[in-house]
């Protein structure tokens, strides 16, 4: 299933990207996004997460109440002006979910804006489409909470 959406940022893409591979920026974001344990590591231009999450309703049946979710993005070097592009994999260990794609911070405005997307993948034969429907906006609210959390983080300059 094809996933696609935007977070938009008061910053330029350079001071969004130092923002978003920042570490306690991440550990902020997982908290925003109620974890209930998580980790973060960055790696020079490589973030990776893993937060432990309650589980969609759809998906409890299989994962029970909660899930763990790996994601890793890796960017690659700076355009000229600035902008970035990456890619991102979101795996939830133990299931068959996946989410592939790519990510693109550009300038926006005055701002920037974050786009991601990617093809969700939930391998289980009948249910897979029905379950991938039903995971698509807790995948999607995590840009959201990139966004929420992304706002104030710049405002505190």
């Known amino acids: 299933m094809d996933i696609s959406t935007r977070a938009e940022f008061p910053a330029p893409p350079a001071e969004a990207y130092a923002m978003l591979t ?35 309703s759809a998906a409890a049946k299989f994962t029970g109440p909660t899930m763990d979710v ?10 000229a002006d600035g902008s970035r592009t990456g890619t991102i994999n979101i795996t939830v260990p133990g299931q068959p979910v ?17 786009t991601v997307s990617g093809d969700l993948k939930v391998n ?16 999607l609210a995590g840009v959201d909470v990139h966004q929420e959390v992304g706002s104030r983080w710049l405002a505190r300059g």
């Open 98 to 114: 996946t989410v592939k794609g790519t990510t693109e911070l550009a300038a926006a405005g005055s701002g920037s804006v974050l």
């Open 124 to 139: 289980i034969p009948l249910l897979g489409k029905k379950l991938e429907q039903s995971a698509a906006p807790a995948v």
């Open 22 to 56: 920042d570490e306690a920026y991440l550990t902020e974001v997982c908290e925003a996004s109620k974890a209930h344990k998580f980790t973060v590591s960055v790696d020079g231009s490589t973030t990776r997460t893993t937060r432990t999450l309650d589980a969609p």
């Open 70 to 79: 790996v994601e890793d993005i890796s960017w690659g070097p700076a355009a």
